[in-house]
C-alpha cells in the first residue's frame, strides 16, 4: 500500500512586525509544519529574532515607506499585496488572520483554514473606538476625515474575503461569536497557545502587582495605574507604546515602568507578582495563561476571552466594570493567600503549545479528507 502524500502546506500572516499573541500563533503553526513558507504582507527580522532561517516570504509592500513600522497607513494596499501571492502549488493554505490575510485567493481543490483572532477590529468591533483614537499623532484629524468613506468600502471587501475561506478556526467563544455575526460563519475553536516551558512556578516571597501589555488606548492600562496609584500598591508596568507618557503622568511613586523586556525577564516578574492585572477587554489573550503558567493568580476586567481562562476563586478573580473605582473595590479584598500557585499552573498547562499542535492537525486532516 502506497504511502499517504505528504500535504504541502503555506501559512499566511497579517505582518510579522512585532512580537505579539498573534506572532506566537505563527510560531506554533510553523513547529506543526516546519517545511511551511510563511507569507505575510511586512516582516521585521530585528523585531522576531525566533523567524531567523524560516522560510518567510514578503510582498511588495516590504520596501515601501513605514511599512515595517506603520503598517496601518496601508489597508487598501495589504489587500492587493495578499491576493497578489501565488499559492497555487498548496494542498492546505493557513492563514493567521485579524486583517488581511484571509483575503489570499486559492485553487478549489485547495483548503484554506482560517485561525481568526478576531474580524477586523477598526472595521467591525471597535471602530467608534478607533475613530476617536487613530493612534497617528499630528495625522490623526486628516485619518479621521477619511476614514468614514475608506471604511465602508473595506468592510466590504473584508466580508467577502472572509466568504473565500474554507474553514474557520475561532481563537475563543468570543471571537466565534464576532465570526458568525460579522461574517456569517460557522467555525470552530481551537484556544491559542503558551509555550509553558518558558515558565517556572514562582517559589520566592511574592509582592506587588504586574501588568504586561502593549502601551495602546484599548488595553487600557490606565485603570491599573491609577488603581494602584489610589492605593498605593507596587505595580510594575512592563511594555511600551503611545500611552506611555499620558501612563506616567498620571502614576504614583509606587508605579514603575520598565519597558519592553525579554521572554526571560517577563517570566521572571510574572514569578514574582502576587498578581496579574488584565484591564483589557481582549478577544482571547495570552498574558493571562503566561502569568498562571508561573503560579500568578490573574485579576482580569470580566469581558471578552479572559472569562474563558480564569477560573473564578481558583486561577483568578474578575472585575465587573472597566473602571478604576470597580477595579480598586477588588484590589483591596484580593488576598494572594487564596490561591493554589499549582493549581493554576496546572489549569495553564492545558493551553501549551503541544496541545494547540495536536489540535489544529487534527482540525486540518479532518477537514483534507473531508473535501
Request: glycine share 6%.
Amino acid at each position: 500500500m502506497a504511502a499517504p502524500k505528504k500535504l504541502k502546506v503555506a501559512i499566511v500572516h497579517d505582518w510579522l512586525t512585532n512580537q505579539g499573541g498573534g506572532e506566537r500563533v505563527v510560531w506554533a503553526l510553523h513547529q506543526a509544519y516546519p517545511d511551511a513558507p510563511i507569507y505575510t504582507s511586512v516582516y521585521d527580522p530585528e523585531k522576531l529574532p525566533q523567524f531567523k532561517g524560516v522560510d518567510v516570504r514578503t510582498s511588495f509592500l516590504q520596501h515601501w515607506p513605514l511599512a515595517k513600522r506603520k503598517h496601518q497607513l496601508y489597508p487598501v494596499l495589504r489587500t492587493m499585496a495578499f491576493e497578489s501571492f501565488d499559492l497555487s502549488e498548496y494542498d492546505v493554505v493557513i492563514s493567521s488572520c485579524s486583517a488581511e490575510a484571509k483575503g489570499v485567493i486559492t485553487k478549489p481543490e485547495t483548503a484554506h483554514i482560517c485561525y481568526l483572532h478576531t474580524p477586523t477590529r477598526y472595521y467591525w468591533s471597535d471602530y467608534a473606538k478607533y475613530r476617536n483614537k487613530t493612534g497617528f499623532g499630528i495625522l490623526s484629524p486628516l485619518v479621521r476625515l477619511v476614514m468614514p468613506g475608506l471604511v465602508n468600502k473595506m468592510r466590504l471587501w473584508d466580508f467577502a474575503a472572509a466568504q473565500r475561506v474554507d474553514h474557520f478556526i475561532a481563537n475563543s467563544q468570543y471571537v466565534q461569536q464576532r465570526i458568525t455575526k460579522y461574517y456569517r460563519r460557522e467555525s470552530e475553536v481551537i484556544n491559542p497557545p503558551i509555550d509553558l516551558a518558558r515558565f517556572e512556578l514562582g517559589r520566592q516571597t511574592r509582592s506587588g502587582f504586574v501588568v504586561v501589555s502593549r502601551l495602546i488606548p484599548y488595553k487600557r492600562v490606565d485603570l491599573a495605574v491609577q488603581a494602584c496609584s489610589k492605593l498605593g500598591l507596587p505595580l510594575i508596568v512592563i511594555g511600551g507604546g503611545s500611552e506611555l507618557s499620558k501612563l506616567e503622568a498620571m502614576a504614583g511613586p509606587t508605579v514603575r515602568f520598565v519597558g519592553r523586556l525579554d521572554d526571560e525577564a517577563v517570566a521572571a516578574q510574572l514569578a514574582r507578582a502576587e498578581a496579574f492585572l488584565f484591564t483589557a477587554e481582549e478577544d482571547f489573550g495570552l498574558t493571562p495563561l503566561e502569568a498562571m503558567a508561573c503560579g500568578t493568580p490573574v485579576i482580569a476586567y470580566g469581558k471578552g476571552g479572559a472569562t474563558e481562562t480564569v477560573v473564578e476563586g481558583v486561577t483568578g478573580t474578575f472585575f465587573k466594570e472597566q473602571t478604576v473605582d470597580s477595579l480598586v473595590r477588588v484590589l483591596k479584598e484580593f488576598n494572594p493567600d487564596a490561591y493554589d500557585p499549582t493549581k493554576i499552573r496546572k489549569h495553564a498547562a492545558g493551553y501549551d503549545e503541544a496541545v494547540f499542535i495536536k489540535k489544529i492537525k487534527n482540525f486540518v486532516n479532518k477537514q483534507v479528507k473531508s473535501n
